[in-house]
């Protein structure tokens, strides 16, 4: 590996560029990044900067054999096709979808399907064609959510297909496409943009989204510098453009790069990345559900956006976490910085006492600090912080490390974890992280590595506090029919996974498993129709579920799962 620095006076980056060989690799190809509104702007009249930017090789392919470091392992079965998989979401049934990324580093309509085996094991599970999308739809970096009739939604894209090569390189394209998958229909079908008031937006890029607690998904603009350009819709069916409503007045920057966390409140925080002006502060930022309006939060304390220096204006993941008194009493959310240059902090807000704290700063390895400038995190079942983070010392480096952070360890503490084969030859933001039903977690590295990572946490079990909770439930069900569940916190206290902006993943939505008490084999039943989509304690949750025909028949024991925490399990007879 051979390694080559420069300094792009003009744009105030530094940047590295990377020449990966030996036998397998795939051709070279441009990296495509995810940049920032403005630094887009710039770039598009800087070739020269582009093409450093890009200057990366496609992943090589895949090893056969089962590969385990430390707490890493590979599934069994490697990603069946060429390219890389992204956006790795979980489905109502316990299979996970993944998007296929091609060798040219490129968005394609393919998406692929992992199932896991009889014994309920990721690692083991088999691959499987997927729905496509419309052919002339192949995002990459976009919003993505699972809703709460257990239908999936996308939306917008960054970079589509091959679309708007420059001297040889790609550039963003932000449209305002979209797609939803039925599981009824077992396809996608188009999504109109939205166009409240008549006035259809023309993109929507690599939008952050989210779903309120009544269902409702929330979707943003990336690229629109009137301040808080959003939108929202029911989630019912037909999807079409009058139906979306505006949303978020009184933003005091537009949504450019931020992320976003629904609080157990049903409110939703946001740091701010960049306004207009160009300014850098260190604003915060609450969505009010009820009056669809925007207010400060008040000040992060320390600076989290890369918003001076090298002015890419990323941010990193913000993940909330369950009873951890950081700051008095109450859940918070750890929100990590994106700073290309020097130290990068994190800050800590509580979701009770509204306020924020100074957190732990981003580790660094011998002199060489880390940053989140976009890059995934997942909150653990107990409660620890599984985060990537790459040197701060330019924007979009290598390697990739990970660590995770307290409370589970009393505090704070922020621990080195082994390094995955595949960060060495990696920056944070090509990973993904999803929470699987197991409690571990599913990491991929798009335009990286072709690989599927399954991550086992450090040791640590949930607080009994956290667990959802089976009140009501039938003690006989039929294959091919649908049934109810009623109790408490069927979406867990967290949300799962969390990026920068786009790459949504969150789980915070049941899982249903049926174990057959002579076999032991699990069964992942489809759900759907959840009453809400709250994360707040002991919130009274319902929700339906679908036994497959292929459970197996007997007495077994029914599990409720949220964020790859359990419930205690009932006792039911599948028939």
Not at 227 to 253: E, Q, Y
Not at 351 to 375: E, F, K, M, Q
Not at 496 to 510: E, K, V
């Amino acid at each position: 590996m051979t390694r080559n620095r420069r300094t792009l006076r003009t744009l105030g980056l530094t940047l590295l560029s990377v020449t990966i060989g030996g036998a397998g690799a795939f051709a070279q190809a441009p990296l495509n990044l995810p940049l920032s509104y403005p630094l887009r702007l710039q770039l598009q009249n800087n070739p020269e900067a582009l093409r450093e930017l890009q200057s990366r090789p496609a992943p090589s392919a895949a090893a056969a054999v089962p590969t385990v470091v430390g707490p890493w392992q590979t599934t069994n079965f490697p990603f069946p096709v060429a390219g890389s998989p992204a956006n790795p979401l979980l489905m109502t049934d316990g299979t996970v979808i993944v998007h296929l990324i091609n060798n040219s580093n490129q968005g394609t309509p393919s998406w692929y399907q992992l199932t896991p085996d009889i014994t309920g094991s990721y690692v083991n599970g088999t691959w499987s064609t997927f729905a496509s999308l419309r052919a002339n739809y192949g995002p990459l970096f976009h919003a993505s959510e699972v809703l709460p009739d257990g239908r999936v939604i996308i939306n917008g894209e960054e970079y589509n297909l091959n679309e708007n090569i420059v001297n040889g390189k790609q550039m963003p394209v932000d449209t305002n496409s979209g797609a939803i998958y039925y599981p009824s229909l077992g396809a996608w079908t188009p999504v109109a943009p939205p166009a409240p008031g008549g006035i259809p937006w023309t993109t929507i890029g690599d939008a952050q989204s989210v779903v309120l607690n009544d269902g409702t998904y929330m979707l943003a603009n990336c690229c629109e510098f009137a301040p808080g350009v959003a939108a929202l819709f029911s989630g019912t069916p037909p999807f079409n453009s009058s139906a979306w409503i505006a949303t978020g007045s009184g933003k005091f920057d537009d949504n450019d790069e931020e992320g976003w966390t629904v609080l157990p409140n049903g409110n939703v925080l946001t740091v701010d990345a960049y306004v207009a002006s160009g300014t850098c502060d260190t604003n915060s930022e609450i969505y009010n559900a009820s009056t669809g309006m925007w207010s400060s939060a008040g000040s992060t304390i320390v600076q989290l956006p890369d918003c001076n220096g090298n002015k890419s204006f990323e941010l990193g993941p913000q993940a909330l976490r369950p009873d951890f008194a950081a700051n008095g009493s109450g859940d918070n959310v750890i929100a990590f910085g994106g700073t290309t240059s020097g130290t990068t902090h994190t800050a800590i807000f509580n979701t009770s006492t509204l306020t924020w704290v100074a957190g732990p700063n981003v580790p660094s390895i011998g002199a060489t600090p880390y940053t989140l400038a976009d890059a995934p995190a997942a909150t653990l079942p107990s409660g620890n912080v599984l985060f990537a983070a790459s040197p701060s010392n330019g924007a979009f480096q290598i390697p990739t490390n990970f660590w995770e952070v307290g409370p589970n360890s009393g505090g704070n503490v922020i621990t080195l974890i082994t390094q995955n084969p595949d960060g060495p030859s990696s920056s944070s933001f090509e990973w993904n992280f999803l929470v699987l039903p197991t409690g571990e977690v599913l990491a991929v590295a798009p335009q990286a590595s072709p690989r599927v990572w399954i991550y086992t946490p450090l040791p640590g079990a949930p607080n009994a506090s956290w667990l959802p909770v089976i009140d009501t439930s039938p003690t006989d069900v039929h294959r091919a029919f649908t049934y109810q569940l009623t109790g408490k916190q069927f979406n867990g206290l967290t949300h799962g996974a969390a990026y920068g902006d786009d790459a949504q993943a969150n789980t915070n939505y049941p899982i249903v498993k049926i174990v057959n008490m002579a076999s032991g084999h699990v069964f992942y039943e489809r759900t759907s129709g959840f009453n809400t989509m709250s994360v707040a304690r002991n919130t009274a949750s319902s929700t339906n579920f679908t036994v497959s025909g292929t459970t197996e028949t007997g007495p077994s024991t029914l599990y409720v799962i949220a964020n790859g925490i359990s419930s205690a399990g009932v006792l039911v007879t599948v028939h």
